[in-house]
Nanobody
Framework: QVQLVESGGGLVQAGGSLRLSCAAS????????MGWFRQAPGKEREFVAA????????????SYADSVKGRFTISRDNAKSTVYLQMNSLKPEDTAIYYC?????????????????WGQGTQVTVSS
């Protein structure tokens, strides 16, 4: 099993920045893809960003939803088994609960069904 714990959410004004963290524990050696999804009230959970790495912690690849490209950056700290989501130029439409997810697969997928482990979520609210 893999446990995921998110942190870093909060309230920010439009144009501001936040950095979310997702700390993984447990059988993390089986995880090669981690991602972020978000869910706004009354909407489906949607893909935000994901990062993939090779068994030797090299050859990173990442992917972003069109709505966040150029504003959000996903990264990983190998030593801490932590993935980050740096969110800049935030907009009110970015308001949602953000969930961290991990996959035992080896390719990045953008659907919720492709992830096996989920965090509890962290609220991000962007005021106009």
């Amino acid at each position: 099993q893999v446990q995921l714990v998110e942190s870093g959410g909060g309230l920010v004004q439009a144009g501001g920045s936040l950095r979310l963290s997702c700390a993984a524990s447990g059988r993390t050696s089986r995880v090669y893809v981690m991602g972020w999804f978000r869910q706004a009230p009354g909407k489906e959970r949607e893909f935000v960003a994901a990062i993939r790495w090779s068994r030797g912690n090299t050859n990173y690849a990442d992917s972003y939803a069109d709505s966040v490209k150029g504003r959000f950056t996903i990264s990983r700290d190998n030593a801490k088994s932590t993935v980050y989501l740096q969110m800049n130029s935030l907009k009110p439409e970015d308001t949602a609960i953000y969930y961290c997810a991990a996959s035992s697969g080896i390719v990045i997928v953008t659907t919720t069904s492709g992830y096996h482990y989920w965090g509890q979520g962290t609220q991000v609210t962007v005021s106009s």
